[in-house]
């Protein structure tokens, strides 16, 4: 998000007697659309593509076979990496009464997944057409019985060190040192340090996250991001040297 205030534009339901509409949308690479709401809730999946959805709560990254919730009023931005093929659903407030009232990223079936393109191609669907309310009824059953996937990177409580995250989300490459962010949060680079907690190693984490083994909590990191907590790591930090 922006360190500028920004203003929200309301993205308002075209369709108000439908109870979900879709969208279908392809983005090119680096496309970022601004900041908005909605008076539904929103299922922002990408059949292919990675996306990146802000709030001021924090940050949720959507690979392959997952999409974020966003539920409806709740300001958020969308950003692409890689060329992104967007299929979303919007659903009337409340119509997935299982879904929690605020963002998180959710597991996407096969099933699921052709239920979400299969609504994309008809536009809207209303209960009162009863073929349509059948399939309605399949997309909220399946999407109130999907897993919930801890993607999320809140942001900082502590004013000084939200700023610099703010910094940093904005330009990962920004190339000012630690010393001199700290300055533009009005704190010590000690200070900083302390806020923003060192990496630990994956059985600390994985205690940490509930988890009763490092095994277990590898295969859920393998099964969310596609590779183990070492190489996922190494290849990051490879890619800044």
Known sequence: MSQKRQTAFFD????????ITS????????????LHFHDRDQLVYASRGVMTVRTVDGVWVVPTR???WIPALVPHTISMSGTVAMRTLYLRPRLAKKLPRSCCVVH???LM??????????GSLRRKVQWQGDLIAVIIRQLEATQVVPLQLPNPTDPRALRIAKVLSENPADPRTLIVLCKVAAASKRTMERIFQEGAKVTHAALESGYSTPSAFISMFRKSLG???????????SEHK
């Not at 590779?227 to 930090?237: Q, R």
């Open 66 to 68: 997952r999409a974020v």
């Open 23 to 34: 969208l279908t949308r392809d983005y090119p690479a680096g496309h970022v659309i601004p």
């Open 108 to 110: 996407i079936s096969g």
């Open 12 to 19: 308002r339901s075209k369709d108000p007697r439908s109870h």
């Open 227 to 237: 590779t183990t907590p070492a190489l996922y790591f190494k290849t990051d930090s």
């Open 113 to 122: 997944k052709e239920l979400i393109v299969h609504a994309c191609t008809l």
